[in-house]
Structures are given as structure tokens and as C-alpha cells.
């Protein structure tokens, strides 16, 4: 039972994943929904899905710019690393590749 439990719950979080990186994929899927769909994998506790949220820290993004924290313009990429690295934190698990946290906050 436990084994096809766990098994179910792999495919709901690959579920999830292909959502969100089709929403981070697509510059209209840059809105309130973006953090909804980050939080079931944040609160996962799955290495695999660290894992996974870390490799999409170095995807291609949109050339775009979307709102966050209400009206505040930020490029798309910078928003989806944000979210990233945001729900590994609260997943605990993967890697944030240290180029992406050497910049200061200010740069592009």
C-alpha cells in the first residue's frame, strides 16, 4: 500500500512540475497563480523535486516583464529564479548554482 501510495504521489508532483514549467514558459503565466502553482512542490519534502526546481534555475525564461509585489515591473527570469529558489527553501533539498546568488540584488 505504502509503495503505491508513494508511487501516486511521484506522478501528482511530475504533474505539477510540467505545469509550472509550462507556466514559467509562457509570459501570460506570470501572475498571482505563479505561486500557487509552485506550492505543492515546495511543500513536498522530495529530494527528486529539489532536485528538479534546482535544474530549472538555469532554463530559459521569457524575454519578458511581469508584475510582482503588486505593481513593481521585474524581468520574467528574475521572477521565476525568485520563485525557485523560494519554494527549494521550503522544500529543502537541491542546489542553487552559486552564480545565481553572487549577484547582488539589484542587477539584472
Known amino acids: ?11 501528482v508532483q511530475a504533474g505539477h512540475l510540467r505545469t509550472l514549467q509550462q507556466a ?6 506570470y501572475d ?4 500557487i502553482r509552485f506550492g505543492s512542490l515546495a ?4 529530494p527528486k523535486m ?4 534546482g535544474r530549472m534555475l538555469t ?7 511581469a508584475t510582482m509585489f503588486g505593481s513593481r ?3 520574467t527570469a528574475k521572477m521565476a529564479r ?8 521550503h522544500n529543502g533539498h537541491g542546489k542553487v548554482p552559486v552564480e545565481l546568488i553572487a549577484p547582488p540584488l539589484g542587477s539584472p
Not at 511543500?43 to 522530495?46: G, K, P
Request: charged residues 20%.
Open 32 to 35: 498571482r497563480r505563479l505561486r
Open 59 to 65: 532554463g530559459a525564461f521569457p524575454n519578458a516583464e
Open 50 to 53: 529539489g532536485v528538479a526546481l
Open 1 to 11: 500500500m505504502a509503495i503505491w501510495r508513494q508511487h501516486r504521489q511521484g506522478n
Open 73 to 75: 515591473c521585474f524581468p
Open 43 to 46: 511543500l513536498s519534502d522530495d
Open 24 to 29: 514559467l514558459s509562457d509570459p501570460g503565466g
Open 82 to 89: 525568485w520563485y525557485i529558489r523560494w519554494a527549494m527553501a
